[in-house]
C-alpha cells in the first residue's frame, strides 16, 4: 500500500537524519580529544548519504514499474575527514612532541553547528511529511462512515 | 489547468466508459457511477504523488538526487489539442480520427523536477517548494476523500429515504 512506502521513506530519513546528528555530536564532543584507540588525535567524520531503492526482496517480485523511482535514504558510510591534523604549540601537554607540538582534531565548530542545524530542519521536515501522510491515512479511513 | 478543470474533463471522458477499460461495463446509471470512479482514480493519483514528493523531502540532504514530481494535468494538457479534444491514439496508419484516447497511458508518469541545480552537491531538491507542493497535495487529498465520503453519504441517503 503507498502509504505504507511513504511512511518508509520518510522513516529512512528520520534514522537517516538522527545518525547525522549522533556523528556531529560526536565530532563537537572530541573538538579537543588527542588521544583515541587508534592512536593520534581524534579524527572528524562525515555520514555519507545515499538514495537506495525502498523494496525489499519480497516487494521487488511485484513491484510496478512505478515504484521503482520511489528512493530511500541510507547511510553507506561514515567517512573520515582526511584532514590533518591542527598542531597547536603547548610543550606541557602530556600528548606533546619532541618538538612542543599537540596534535588536536581539525573540528571548525561554526561548520559543524551549521551542519547539525541542516540536520534539524531536514528532520523536521520529514516529521511534517509523516504527519500529513497520517492525516491523509485518516482522512481516507473517514470514507464511508 | 486548474485541478477541478480535470476532474470536470476526466469526468466526461470517465461517464462515456472510455477512460479504464475495466470499467466500460459500468453503466452511467448504476450504483457506483463515473463519479465515483473518477474521484478513485484522483485519490489514487494523489497517494501516489504523496510517496514522490515523501521521497524528494526524503533525500533532501543526498548527493546527487534528482527530484521528482508527478504531472497528472500537464500531461492531460498536452493531450487534449486545441479544439479541446483529445486524440485518438492510432495503431495503424488508416484509423479514422475518432476524438478520445485511453487516458490511462498519460497518468502517474515521473517526471524530473525542472528546476535548475543550485547546489554544490548536484541535489536539486528544493525543501521549501516541496513542503509547498506536499502540502498542496495532501489539501487535495483530503478534499477528493470528502467528496467519496459526501458521494457515498448521498447513496445511502437515497438507500435508506426511499421506503
Known amino acids: 500500500m503507498d502509504f505504507l512506502t511513504a511512511l518508509k521513506i520518510s522513516s529512512s530519513a528520520l534514522s537517516a537524519e538522527r545518525l547525522r546528528m549522533d556523528v556531529i555530536s560526536s565530532n563537537l564532543a572530541n573538538v579537543n580529544t588527542t588521544r583515541t584507540p587508534g592512536g593520534g588525535p581524534y579524527r572528524r567524520q562525515e555520514v555519507v548519504f545515499a538514495s537506495e531503492p525502498v523494496t525489499n526482496s519480497f516487494d521487488e517480485l511485484l513491484a510496478s514499474e512505478q515504484e521503482k523511482y520511489l528512493k530511500r535514504v541510507e547511510v553507506v558510510d561514515i567517512a573520515v575527514d582526511r584532514r590533518p591534523p591542527k598542531l597547536v604549540y603547548d610543550p606541557r601537554h602530556p600528548d606533546a612532541n619532541a618538538q612542543g607540538y599537540v596534535g588536536m582534531p581539525d573540528i571548525n565548530v561554526i561548520e559543524e553547528m551549521v551542519n547539525m542545524l541542516s540536520a534539524t530542519r531536514s528532520y523536521e521536515a520529514n516529521v511534517a511529511v509523516i504527519n500529513a501522510t497520517k492525516s491523509m491515512v485518516n482522512k481516507t479511513l473517514e470514507i464511508g462512515r | ?163
Request: proline share 3%.
Open chain 2, 1 to 163: 489547468m486548474s485541478w477541478y478543470a480535470v476532474c470536470m474533463i476526466i469526468g466526461r471522458y470517465v461517464s462515456k466508459g472510455k477512460l479504464f477499460k475495466e470499467d466500460i461495463s459500468v453503466a452511467p446509471e448504476s450504483l457506483f457511477n463515473s463519479t465515483t470512479i473518477m474521484l478513485e482514480r484522483l485519490l489514487d493519483f494523489q497517494a501516489e504523488r504523496h510517496t514522490v514528493l515523501s521521497t524528494n523531502v526524503a533525500n533532501v540532504d543526498t548527493p546527487g538526487y534528482k527530484g521528482q514530481d508527478l504531472r497528472f494535468s500537464d500531461e492531460l494538457k498536452r493531450a487534449i489539442d486545441t479544439r479541446g479534444t483529445l486524440p485518438l491514439k492510432k495503431t495503424h496508419e488508416e484509423h479514422l480520427p475518432v476524438a478520445l484516447t485511453e487516458l490511462e497511458e498519460i497518468e502517474h508518469r515521473s517526471v524530473p523536477g525542472t528546476d535548475a541545480v543550485h547546489r554544490l552537491d548536484g541535489n536539486t531538491v528544493d525543501l521549501d517548494k516541496e513542503m509547498t507542493k506536499l502540502s498542496e497535495n495532501s489539501l487535495y487529498y483530503n478534499v477528493t476523500a470528502q467528496l467519496v465520503s459526501k458521494k457515498l453519504k448521498g447513496l445511502r441517503t437515497a438507500i435508506s429515504e426511499v421506503r
